[in-house]
C-alpha cells in the first residue's frame, strides 16, 4: 500500500515477496479526499484514516475471498517508537477502538473475509505480555525469529507510517478550505478531522455546522 503524498515501505515489502517469491501487488492512492464522501457513506461513525479501503477494493477486484492483516503486532511485542510514549493499555485500546473496528468495517463492505491472527482473541495478550519491549523496538521478537527471518528483515527498523500534514494540506486541503492558514501540522490535522466530520455528517444527512472562519 503506498500513497501519492507520503513515503512508503513498498521497497521493502517487495524485498520480502521477493525473497519468499510471493505475488507482490502495490496500490498507489491518488486524490485521496475525493472519495472519502463515498467510503464515509457506510462508516456509522466518523473516522478519520480511511486508507484500509483501496487495499480492500483491491483484494476484491483481484476476486481474494480472506485476507490477513499483521494489526497487533505493535501492541503484543512493542513497536510504536515514533509515537508518544502510552501504557500498555492505551495502545490496547487503541486497537480496539479505531484500528480494527475500521478494519473490519470496511472489509465487510466488501463482503470479504477478515482474518486477524494477531487479534488478542486469537494470540492472548497474556502470552505476550513477557516478551514486550517498553523501549519499542520489537527486541524480543527479533531475538525469536533471528534463525528464521532474513537480516534485512530484522534489522529494519519499523517506519513512521503517517503522511505529512503539510503535503496533503498542500495538494488536497488548501483548494477545500479557501482563508485558512494553519501553522503547525496539528492546526491542519485538526481542519482535516474537521472536514471529515462535516463530510460524514453531510452523507448522513444530519445538521451541519460550518467551520468557524479563521482569525
Request: hydrophobic share 35%; proline share 6%.
Amino acid at each position: 500500500m503506498a500513497s501519492s503524498i507520503s513515503p512508503t515501505s513498498s521497497t521493502a515489502a517487495a524485498e520480502v515477496a521477493d525473497h519468499y517469491d510471493t505475488i507482490h501487488h502495490e496500490v498507489v492512492i491518488h486524490h485521496m479526499l475525493d472519495r472519502y464522501p463515498h467510503i464515509l457513506a457506510y462508516f456509522p461513525r466518523p473516522r478519520f484514516n480511511l486508507w484500509i479501503h483501496w487495499l480492500a477494493e483491491a483484494a476484491h477486484q483481484d476476486g481474494c475471498e480472506t485476507c490477513y492483516i499483521g494489526e497487533g503486532a505493535d501492541e503484543h511485542f512493542g513497536g510504536y517508537w515514533y509515537k508518544p510514549r502510552m501504557s500498555y493499555v492505551q495502545q490496547w485500546s487503541g486497537f480496539f477502538t479505531y484500528v480494527y473496528s475500521t478494519y473490519q468495517t470496511i472489509y465487510n463492505h466488501f463482503g470479504l473475509r477478515l482474518e486477524a491472527p494477531l487479534h488478542p482473541d486469537n494470540l492472548s495478550w497474556q502470552r505476550t505480555l513477557p516478551f514486550y519491549d517498553v523501549a519499542q523496538e520489537k527486541r524480543q521478537l527479533r531475538k525469536a525469529y533471528k534463525h528464521i527471518l532474513p537480516k534485512f528483515v530484522l534489522n529494519r527498523k519499523k517506519q513512521n507510517g503517517r503522511f505529512s500534514y503539510w503535503v496533503i494540506w498542500e495538494d488536497e486541503m488548501k483548494a477545500r478550505m479557501s482563508g485558512y492558514n494553519p501553522k503547525t501540522e496539528e492546526d491542519i490535522r485538526n481542519l482535516l478531522n474537521q472536514w471529515v466530520i462535516e463530510q460524514w455528517l453531510l452523507v448522513h444527512k444530519q445538521p451541519v455546522f460550518a467551520l468557524a472562519s479563521p482569525v
